[in-house]
């Protein structure tokens, strides 16, 4: 059963600041990966889905990378905003259906 | 396009109610799932559905039922409410069942039963 990791579970930083957020899978054999934000008392929204031929994915200053041979997944955040504060989520679909696992998530805060 | 749409926002029933988390999608989505969140738990998949008329039972099934009657409305009933299900509820629809697809999350609704 894949198991989805995400350490840790909150991070705290000066604006400005480049930041990497981890996620770890336990199943290699993935169709793909995606990277979720949360604001508070909000839904989930895409981020970056990630196909598993794939190595890395971009839009503006996120950047999101994936090692299969691993099983390691990194959400880099270029120059840090207050804006950016939020909960991010990695999420593993099961075998090819669109039935994800997800990890419990980084709660991030950008200080202004 | 409204996207997905939950209702209610927030609900509080007592013990053994019953009530229905409504969900409906304006894009033509083929599969539609739900989901609950937990402290500690993250998110856990509930029911989801690969088209009109079918269903089938996530990780967390009991206690609740699901029915896919028209491909926009994907509602989730509770049969007899416990504190357990002190939740928070997402719905999700995304284009197909197959996994690659951008998926799209309601607002959520919030759960609470005393």
């Known amino acids: 059963k894949q198991e989805v990791t995400q350490i840790p579970a909150a991070l705290s930083v000066p604006e400005g600041e480049n930041l990497v957020l981890n996620c770890s899978f336990t199943d290699s054999a993935i169709y793909n990966l995606q990277w979720f934000r949360q604001d508070p008392g909000k839904g989930l929204t895409s981020l970056l889905l990630?196909?598993?031929?794939?190595r890395e994915q971009t839009s503006g200053r996120l950047n999101a990378s994936l090692d299969k041979s691993s099983g390691r997944s990194t959400l880099y955040i270029a120059a840090s905003q207050p804006g950016d504060s939020a909960t991010y989520l990695c999420a593993i679909p099961q075998g090819g259906s669109e039935k994800l696992v997800f990890g419990k998530g980084t709660k991030l805060t950008v200080n202004p | 396009n409204a996207g997905v749409t939950q209702t209610p926002k927030f609900q509080v029933l007592k013990t053994g109610q019953s009530m229905t988390l409504q969900c409906a999608q304006d894009m033509n989505h083929e599969y539609m799932s739900w989901y609950r969140q937990d402290p500690g738990m993250g998110l856990r998949l509930i029911h989801y559905s690969v088209g009109a008329g079918i269903t089938d039972q996530g990780e967390v099934p009991n206690g609740y039922n699901v029915s896919r009657s028209t491909t926009e409305d994907f509602p989730l009933r509770l049969l007899s409410a416990a504190p357990s299900q002190t939740s928070v509820y997402f719905c999700a629809s995304s284009y197909s069942a197959d996994s690659g697809n951008t998926i799209y999350f309601g607002e959520g609704s919030w759960l609470t039963v005393v």
């Open positions: 990630i196909q598993s031929s794939q």
